[in-house]
């Protein structure tokens, strides 16, 4: 066999192993849950007093995920409770944006309800809900936009990442009216225009070009990309793949280049080298970074230069004076090739895994590590068509496949997060509090013990 037949089918094998190892896994999640379910103490008396918060710092594909395992797996003795503090109103299915960027009566679709059904297996009240956002970090509490502090015993710092200028790759709004308006006014923007430049060829930049160009193919789309290759973090077939795709569709493909947003004036934009070219729409897809500022104060050294927060192999923050601050999901520094959902909620359940066997009094911890498996990527090409990679580094196995959902994988993602496809329940249920209610409630728990 060709050596590069026998990578494949070494890449094959290792593929085959991954998806048994987290069938493994999965099945150990759901027989630890209905253990701790079974074995449950009936909830003794803790004194209001000395209930102690575990704190989650975002809830999405990290922060949502750890908070399931900490109340599943939590001793049920009402010790201790989850305290979630999230901003948005709903989870925001990052994955669809740049796709309803451009297909227009499917936004409502990214904007997941928060629910108490996601924690239905866990005892009821162990889950707070503030909807506020963290400012800063201290040692013992976080303090909140409006200034209120929340003291927590454990902190899990799940932020994720955030970009300058909002859609096509993040909302920058917090509230689903805004977010929708927000899609609106871009499809708006993109229907009326003649010429169309995205900046930026990784993977919502190739989406987002190739979906503009096949729903108006007579519209002018110029994708620029700073790299002599678009897709330059994955393999050299997919980007081979990506590159094929834009050309089938007549996207003008622009490398090695940057456009400079400052100089887009309505009707043209100037590139890095002084060229210019036609624009009457500039779609920013650059500029993603760690959301790890609210660490900053605290504890400077755990940034690195990337602006990720700098982790232990345990996802306790790389701070030894911090041993009950963990860190998940995008905003940690664990140096995969791609970081994504799957990534953050296998290090969510770790996180939170090592919380509670600190609570438990046992001395194995988890150790996180990057596996190959988890740095799939499934690419759209325009609206009909994706195309799926495994890349182990060396090698690289794709798979195309037809599209027929133009709302591509909500429906599967709503389920998943334990809300009914699309039935909007609103704010968690309308159980969520603001800190100033949160805390109210818990200094007149205080008055009655
Ligand atoms: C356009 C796009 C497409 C993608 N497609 C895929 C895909 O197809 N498959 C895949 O697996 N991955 C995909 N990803 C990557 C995936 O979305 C991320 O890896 C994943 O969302 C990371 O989850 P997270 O919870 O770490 O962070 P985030 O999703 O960034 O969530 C962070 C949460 O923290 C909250 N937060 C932030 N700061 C604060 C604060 N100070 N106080 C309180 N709360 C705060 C935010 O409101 C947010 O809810 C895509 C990403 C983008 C941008």
Same mark, same amino acid.
Request: glycine share 8%; with cysteine.
């Given at each position: 066999?060709? !050596?590069?037949?026998?990578? *494949?089918?070494?890449?094959?094998?290792?593929?085959?192993?991954?998806?048994?190892?987290?069938?493994?896994?999965?099945?150990?999640?759901?027989?630890?849950?209905?253990?701790?379910?079974?074995?449950?103490?009936?909830?003794?008396?803790?004194?209001?007093?000395?209930?102690?918060?575990?704190?989650?710092?975002?809830?999405?594909?990290?922060?949502?995920?750890?908070?399931?395992?900490?109340?599943?797996?939590?001793?049920?003795?009402?010790?201790?409770?989850?305290?979630?503090?999230?901003?948005?109103?709903?989870?925001?299915?990052?994955?669809?944006? !740049?796709?309803?960027?451009?297909?227009?009566?499917?936004?409502?679709?990214?904007?997941? !309800?928060?629910? /108490?059904?996601?924690?239905?297996?866990?005892?009821?009240?162990?889950?707070? %809900?503030?909807?506020?956002?963290?400012?800063?970090?201290?040692?013992?509490?976080?303090?909140?936009?409006?200034?209120?502090?929340?003291?927590?015993?454990?902190?899990?710092?799940?932020?994720?990442?955030?970009?300058?200028?909002?859609?096509?790759?993040?909302?920058?709004?917090?509230?689903?009216?805004?977010?929708?308006? &927000?899609? *609106?006014?871009?499809?708006?923007?993109?229907?009326?225009?003649?010429?169309?430049?995205?900046?930026?060829?990784?993977?919502?930049?190739?989406?987002?070009?190739?979906?503009?160009?096949?729903?108006? /193919?007579?519209?002018?789309?110029?994708?620029?990309?700073?790299?002599?290759?678009?897709?330059?973090?994955?393999?050299?077939?997919?980007?081979?793949?990506?590159?094929?795709?834009?050309?089938?569709?007549? +996207?003008?493909?622009? &490398?090695?280049?940057?456009?400079? /947003?400052?100089?887009? @004036?309505?009707?043209?934009?100037?590139?890095?080298?002084?060229?210019?070219?036609?624009?009457?729409?500039?779609?920013?897809?650059?500029?993603?970074?760690?959301?790890?500022?609210? $660490?900053?104060?605290?504890?400077?050294?755990?940034?690195?230069?990337?602006?990720?927060?700098?982790?232990? /192999?345990?996802?306790?923050?790389?701070?030894?004076?911090?041993?009950?601050?963990?860190?998940?999901?995008? +905003?940690?520094?664990?140096?995969?090739?791609? !970081?994504?959902?799957? $990534?953050?909620?296998?290090?969510?359940?770790?996180?939170? @895994?090592?919380?509670?066997?600190? +609570?438990?009094?046992?001395?194995?911890?988890?150790?996180?590590?990057?596996?190959?498996?988890?740095?799939?990527?499934?690419?759209?090409?325009?609206?009909?068509?994706?195309?799926?990679?495994? %890349?182990?580094?060396?090698?690289?196995?794709?798979?195309?496949?037809?599209?027929?959902?133009?709302?591509?994988?909500?429906?599967?993602?709503?389920?998943?997060?334990?809300?009914?496809?699309?039935?909007?329940?609103? +704010?968690?249920?309308?159980?969520?509090?603001?800190?100033?209610?949160?805390?109210?409630?818990?200094?007149?728990?205080?008055?009655?013990?």
């Amino acid at each position: 066999m060709a !050596p590069q037949k026998v990578q *494949k089918a070494v890449l094959f094998t290792r593929l085959v192993g991954y998806a048994f190892r987290m069938l493994f896994s999965h099945l150990q999640r759901v027989a630890s849950t209905r253990l701790a379910a079974w074995t449950a103490l009936s909830p003794t008396l803790v004194d209001a007093s000395d209930v102690k918060n575990i704190v989650v710092v975002g809830a999405a594909f990290a922060g949502y995920f750890a908070t399931k395992v900490l109340a599943n797996s939590l001793p049920r003795n009402g010790k201790y409770r989850v305290v979630v503090i999230e901003p948005n109103s709903h989870f925001n299915f990052t994955w669809v944006l !740049p796709r309803f960027c451009i297909v227009e009566g499917h936004e409502n679709k990214a904007f997941i !309800p928060y629910t /108490p059904d996601f924690f239905a297996q866990a005892p009821d009240g162990i889950v707070s %809900w503030v909807r506020d956002r963290v400012l800063t970090v201290g040692k013992t509490s976080v303090r909140l936009q409006g200034g209120e502090e929340i003291p927590y015993e454990f902190l899990i710092i799940a932020t994720g990442s955030t970009v300058p200028d909002g859609l096509p790759s993040r909302l920058g709004v917090d509230n689903k009216e805004e977010g929708v308006q &927000l899609l *609106k006014g871009v499809q708006a923007k993109i229907r009326a225009a003649s010429h169309v430049v995205v900046a930026g060829g990784g993977a919502a930049g190739v989406e987002l070009a190739t979906d503009a160009k096949h729903q108006y /193919p007579d519209k002018s789309v110029t994708l620029v990309h700073s790299r002599p290759s678009v897709m330059h973090r994955f393999g050299p077939e997919l980007q081979a793949e990506a590159m094929k795709a834009l050309e089938r569709l007549g +996207v003008d493909v622009i &490398l090695e280049e940057k456009a400079m /947003p400052g100089s887009a @004036d309505g009707t043209s934009i100037d590139l890095k080298s002084g060229r210019v070219i036609n624009c009457d729409c500039l779609i920013n897809c650059t500029g993603q970074r760690p959301a790890s500022d609210i $660490i900053a104060e605290l504890s400077p050294d755990s940034i690195s230069p990337t602006g990720h927060i700098k982790v232990k /192999p345990t996802l306790q923050i790389a701070d030894d004076s911090l041993p009950n601050i963990y860190v998940c999901g995008d +905003v940690s520094e664990t140096h995969d090739s791609n !970081p994504n959902s799957r $990534i953050a909620a296998r290090q969510a359940q770790i996180a939170a @895994d090592n919380i509670v066997s600190v +609570v438990r009094g046992r001395a194995k911890r988890r150790t996180y590590s990057p596996e190959f498996g988890d740095g799939v990527i499934k690419l759209t090409l325009g609206l009909d068509s994706s195309i799926m990679q495994f %890349w182990d580094g060396k090698s690289e196995l794709l798979f195309s496949s037809k599209e027929t959902d133009l709302a591509l994988m909500c429906r599967g993602a709503w389920s998943a997060i334990g809300a009914k496809p699309f039935v909007d329940t609103g +704010v968690y249920k309308g159980q969520s509090l603001t800190a100033h209610e949160f805390l109210s409630r818990d200094r007149s728990d205080d008055d009655v013990a």
